[in-house]
Structures are given as structure tokens and as C-alpha cells.
T-cell receptor
Framework: DAKTTQPTSMDCAEGRAANLPCNHS???????VYWYRQIHSQGPQYIIH???NNETNEMASLIITEDRKSSTLILPHATLRDTAVYYC?????????????FGQGTRLTINP | GAVVSQHPSWVICKSGTSVKIECRSL??????MFWYRQFPKQSLMLMAT?????????EQGVEKDKFLINHASLTLSTLTVTSAHPEDSSFYIC???????????????FGSGTQLSVL
């Protein structure tokens, strides 16, 4: 199963773009990259996912490098409510089951 | 997005009692649900995979007799913590899987979590 590496923490000013990097150098060709975030004491919230192409939705943009070994989640105009732990996950196949295994994530703090 | 309802949000119980946590997919059917546990300032740890109509698959180190999982319908999975002890105090989170019919990719939608405190 592919594993991800993310910075432990990041800070960003309110109103600026927050760019969260993720390395997944051992990702397989058919594995998707997923991003979730977790605000304190809540369940994780789905943000976006992608395979090869860059993706955009109402929450964020996902930029995946051509070799797929890394990706960046972009929150275009960060607000205080975007303060959360952000998890970059690749779908792991263990024991024949499709699972999402969480790493430690990046604790993003948006500062006023 | 899809909605997953988890109940209760928090529960306090005495040591030795059992606690049941419910996880419902409100607007979609989920043949597979997952149960996670999270300790303070740590990431989510997968406990088990719940499959509708069959036995759950437990991760290594998770006691199946301690954490009973029932997935009797396509919209409901339950986790029962039996004979709870203080070390079982944790944040328990369920999730349900959906598949995009066009791309075949999958998403997990999560419940809001249950904070269990065992006295």
C-alpha cells in the first residue's frame, strides 16, 4: 500500500491561498489520492480526490504532478474556519479490501 | 455530499457496561462501512470493516469479542463496546463507502463521531 508524507503543521494568513503538499512516491497506477480534513472533535470531511488530472470543486483544487509522486491541495482563499487537520490519503489495498488508512496529517492554522 | 449519521454524539458509562453506537447512511446504501477509533492528538485508526450481511473484518490487534459489529441492513451498522473499561475511552467514528458510477472511484463519508467516556 502506498504511504503519504505531509508536513506536520502549516500556517497561513486569512484570505491567502493555503497550499498543502503531500508526497506519495510509491503510489500505484490505479490508486487515487484523497484529501480529507478534520475539525476538532468532528468526523473527517471529504474535500476532493483525483487520479491523474488536476481537479477542482467548490472547496479546493488538487494539483497532481505528472509522475503522480506528489500532490498539492489548494484552498484558494483561506478562512478561519479552514483551520483543521488535513489528511492526504491514497487508497490502500490490504487483505483484498479497499481501505482508507490515515496518516498523521497536516495541522493547518489560519491566522487572522 | 452523502450524509452519514452517527448516534450518540457522546456517552458516559460505568466500567463493565456495554455501549452501542449506531451509524446510518441517510441518502444512500452502503454495503461497506468502516469503524475508526481516535485517541487525543492522534490520527484515526481503522478498527474494522463492516460488510452488510456478513461478518466484519477486524484489523490486527482489535478484539472481535470486545467490539461487536453488526451490519444488518444496507443503511445501518452498529458497534457495541462490550464490558467497557476506562482504556476504551476514545472517539469512535464510522464511515460509509459510495462508488461513483461514472468513474468507479470511491469516496468515504464520515459520521460526526461518538466520544465515549468510561468511568
Amino acid at each position: 500500500d502506498a504511504k503519504t508524507t505531509q508536513p506536520t503543521s502549516m500556517d497561513c494568513a486569512e484570505g491567502r491561498a493555503a497550499n498543502l503538499p503531500c508526497n506519495h512516491s510509491t503510489i500505484s497506477g490505479n490508486e487515487y489520492v484523497y484529501w480529507y480534513r478534520q475539525i476538532h472533535s468532528q468526523g473527517p470531511q471529504y474535500i476532493i480526490h483525483g487520479l491523474k488530472n488536476n481537479e477542482t470543486n467548490e472547496m479546493a483544487s488538487l494539483i497532481i504532478t505528472e509522475d503522480r509522486k506528489s500532490s498539492t491541495l489548494i484552498l484558494p482563499h483561506a478562512t478561519l474556519r479552514d483551520t483543521a487537520v488535513y489528511y492526504c490519503i491514497v487508497r490502500a489495498v490490504i487483505q483484498g479490501a479497499q481501505k482508507l488508512v490515515f496518516g498523521q496529517g497536516t495541522r493547518l492554522t489560519i491566522n487572522p | 455530499g452523502a450524509v452519514v449519521s452517527q448516534h450518540p454524539s457522546w456517552v458516559i458509562c460505568k466500567s463493565g457496561t456495554s455501549v452501542k453506537i449506531e451509524c446510518r447512511s441517510l441518502d444512500f446504501q452502503a454495503t461497506t462501512m468502516f469503524w475508526y477509533r481516535q485517541f487525543p492528538k492522534q490520527s484515526l485508526m481503522l478498527m474494522a470493516t463492516s460488510n452488510e450481511g456478513s461478518k466484519a473484518t477486524y484489523e490486527q490487534g482489535v478484539e472481535k469479542d470486545k467490539f461487536l459489529i453488526n451490519h444488518a441492513s444496507l443503511t445501518l451498522s452498529t458497534l457495541t463496546v462490550t464490558s467497557a473499561h476506562p482504556e476504551d475511552s476514545s472517539f469512535y467514528i464510522c464511515s460509509a463507502r459510495t462508488r461513483d458510477s461514472q468513474t468507479g472511484s470511491e469516496k468515504l463519508f464520515f459520521g460526526s463521531g461518538t466520544q465515549l467516556s468510561v468511568l
